[in-house]
């Protein structure tokens, strides 16, 4: 079936040190969207990417649609305490057109 | 503008029963979709409906049913319930299927 695989599963990075995620999709998007969820929380909007190729900034944090529409990255520059939490990316499947949530990448940011 | 609210926030059940949650989206949002997150499995699609109708539907067994009603309130049952089934369930509107999610803060089902 259609997957979305995220990697790392999990980073530990030093306060100040820049992290990125991936996600990689078995088959072509439609859309990406990225969230962050705290723990104990849940997921929280970050973002939308609907062309292919397109990049969009969020103070420090970059997020990337591949070309082909089937890969994404979020990368955040200078860590901070505030970071931490699980990432997920969710792509909607262009054929049946639901939300495939990809694995999560959970940040630990060490002070 | 209030968020998603889910009822009730934690839930405790017995193997055999059978449960009902319930989902308020955000005023104006027609769409809404369940997930199911669990440590091992992540965050899995359930069900979405849009006005009324279920629009698309997960790989789930059929004990899991939902429905939306005419206010875009939506309510997801549970019957004949599993110790896997034990897992916070997340409502999640927006305007549109293709629109940001706006999740609720999850009903965490425990199953005894």
């Known amino acids: 079936g259609q997957q979305v695989m995220q990697i790392p599963q999990y980073q530990h990075v030093q306060e100040g040190e820049d992290f990125t995620t991936y996600c990689n999709s078995s088959t072509t998007l439609s859309n990406i969207q990225w969230y962050k969820q705290r723990p104990g929380g849940h997921p929280v909007f970050l973002i939308q990417l609907v062309k292919s190729g397109e990049v969009k900034k969020q103070k420090r944090l970059t997020f990337q649609f591949g070309e082909a529409k089937k890969n994404s990255s979020l990368h955040i520059t200078a860590t901070q305490t505030t970071d931490v939490g699980t990432y997920f990316c969710a792509g909607l499947t262009s054929g049946t057109y639901k939300y495939i949530f990809g694995t999560g990448t959970r940040l630990k940011v060490l002070a | ?112």
């Open chain 2, 1 to 112: 503008k209030a968020g998603v609210t889910q009822t009730p926030r934690y839930l405790i059940k017995t193997r055999g029963q059978q449960v009902t949650l319930s989902c308020s989206p955000i005023s104006g949002h027609r769409s809404v979709s369940w997930y199911q997150q669990t440590p091992g499995q992540g965050l899995q699609f359930l069900f979405e409906y849009f006005s009324e109708t279920q629009r698309n539907k997960g790989n789930f067994p059929g004990r899991f049913s939902g429905r939306q009603f005419s206010n875009s309130r939506s309510e997801m049952n549970v019957s004949t319930l599993e110790l896997g089934d034990s897992a916070l369930y997340l409502c999640a509107s927006s305007l549109n299927r293709d629109d940001e999610q706006y999740f609720g803060p999850g009903t965490r089902l425990t199953v005894t």
